[in-house]
């Protein structure tokens, strides 16, 4: 089994930066891919942005230019860094794994990010 664990949501204006963290241990090798995903009240969850284990990256054209995902092997730890936070950020955050073709149905506390104007 594999345990996410993410954190470093806050309350920030408009412009501002956030990096939020997930600490991923356990079954690690089963892992394929590494996402964040985000939802805010009576909406779908969004998928932002996505890391392989390879290390290729994906962003989705919402955030493209203003984030950016990474990891820290050493410390079984992938990043989300947020620069140039819009009010239309404001969500809970979550990050997922990926076993090649599906994205595990456990979704944790999350990390709150709101974006004031």
């Known amino acids: 089994q594999v345990q996410l664990v993410e954190s470093g949501g806050g309350l920030v204006q408009a412009g501002g930066s956030l990096r939020l963290s997930c600490v991923a241990s356990?079954?690690?090798?089963?892992?394929?891919?590494m996402g964040w995903f985000r939802q805010s009240p009576g909406k779908q969850r969004e998928l932002v942005a996505t890391?392989?284990?390879?290390?290729?990256?994906n962003i989705a054209d919402s955030v493209k230019g203003r984030f950016a995902i990474s990891r820290d092997n050493a410390k079984n730890t992938v990043y989300l860094q947020m620069n140039s936070l819009k009010p239309e950020d404001t969500a809970v955050y979550y990050c997922?794994?990926?076993?090649?073709?599906?994205?595990?149905?456990?979704w944790g506390q999350g990390a709150q990010v709101t974006v004031s104007s």
């Open positions: 997922n794994m990926n076993d090649g073709s599906t994205w595990r149905n456990y």
């Open positions: 356990g079954s690690i090798f089963s892992i394929n891919a």
């Open positions: 890391i392989t284990r390879l290390g290729n990256t």
